[in-house]
T-cell receptor, first 111, second 119 residues
Framework: KQEVTQIPAALSVPEGENLVLNCSFTDSAIYNLQWFRQDPGKGLTSLLLIQSSQREQTSGRLNASLDKSSGRSTLYIAASQPGDSATYLCAPQSGNTPLVFGKGTRLSVIA | GAVVSQHPSWVICKSGTSVKIECRSLDFQATTMFWYRQFPKQSLMLMATSNEGSKATYEQGVEKDKFLINHASLTLSTLTVTSAHPEDSSFYIC???????????????FGPGTRLTVL
């Protein structure tokens, strides 16, 4: 059964810093991996999806990398802004099984 | 992109009543829908998976008689919380995935969630 761990659990940084969020998963036989953000009391917003054949994906200030063989993914956020404050979730997908989530990293960017 | 809606966005009910939550895929056919539950400061926990026209598959520990799931069409799934109690208060999120090549193929899209509060 897939298990997902995200480190750190919480992170507080001043505005402008570059930061890295880490995700590890136990079953490396994945089809793809998604990163989401969740604002308090809200649903999920998909940020990036990396196919298993890809090593990274970029969207604006976000860059996600995937090392499938070692069961790791990182989300890099450049020049962080207060509006980036949210919980970030990674979710690997194995075949037709549903997405499995970690507990997320709660990010706070202080102006 | 693919859009999933949920209704209602929030609901407050008395203990013992039943509540129905609707999940719709607006611009694609969702052959599979998933229902997740999230307690405060916890991660999303999968409750059940449903395929159109067949019975839902429930995760261990989820009572199928309490959480009734109907996936009657390729664009609609409903979750009914029967005889709700305060411990059922949670954030319920649905997700839909298309099984056909094209939009939403094999990618899960999420609804905005429904906040249920049982008094």
């Amino acid at each position: 059964k897939q298990e997902v761990t995200q480190i750190p659990a919480a992170l507080s940084v001043p505005e402008g810093e570059n930061l890295v969020l880490n995700c590890s998963f136990t079953d490396s036989a994945i089809y793809n991996l998604q990163w989401f953000r969740q604002d308090p009391g809200k649903g999920l917003t998909s940020l990036l999806l990396i196919q298993s054949s890809q090593r990274e994906q970029t969207s604006g200030r976000l860059n996600a990398s995937l090392d499938k063989s070692s069961g790791r993914s990182t989300l890099y956020i450049a020049a962080s802004q207060p509006g980036d404050s949210a919980t970030y979730l990674c979710a690997p997908q194995s075949g037709n099984t549903p997405l499995v989530f970690g507990k997320g990293t709660r990010l706070s960017v202080i102006a | 992109g693919a859009v999933v809606s949920q209704h209602p966005s929030w609901v407050i009910c008395k203990s013992g009543t039943s509540v129905k939550i609707e999940c719709r895929s607006l611009d694609f056919q969702a052959t599979t829908m998933f229902w997740y539950r999230q307690f405060p400061k916890q991660s999303l926990m999968l409750m059940a998976t449903s395929n159109e026209g067949s019975k839902a598959t429930y995760e261990q520990g989820v009572e199928k008689d309490k959480f009734l799931i109907n996936h009657a069409s390729l664009t609609l799934s409903t979750l009914t919380v029967t005889s709700a109690h305060p411990e059922d208060s949670s954030f319920y999120i649905c997700s839909a995935r298309g099984g056909l090549a094209g939009l939403a193929y094999n990618e899960q899209f999420f609804g905005p969630g429904t906040r249920l509060t049982v008094l």
